[in-house]
């Protein structure tokens, strides 16, 4: 696999998509940041900004 200065980060796997249910995730793709309660933070449809990301999991 190449490098492209990314870092690896927990994604989840459901495949039963009861996940998606939960949190009201119609399609894909789709990214949801949760709090280390589950809590959703925010969610995106569609590519996400890493920027904004970063700077949500900082805050």
């Keep these: 696999m ?3 200065g990314t870092t690896s980060f927990p994604m989840l796997w459901d495949p039963s998509s009861e996940s998606w249910a939960v949190y ?3 399609g894909q793709p789709a990214a949801i940041l949760l709090r280390p309660s589950g809590e959703p933070v925010t969610g995106w449809i569609g590519a996400f900004p890493p920027d904004e990301v970063l ?3 900082a805050g």
């Design 2 to 4: 190449a490098d492209n």
């Design 55 to 57: 700077e949500l999991a």
């Design 24 to 26: 009201g995730v119609e």
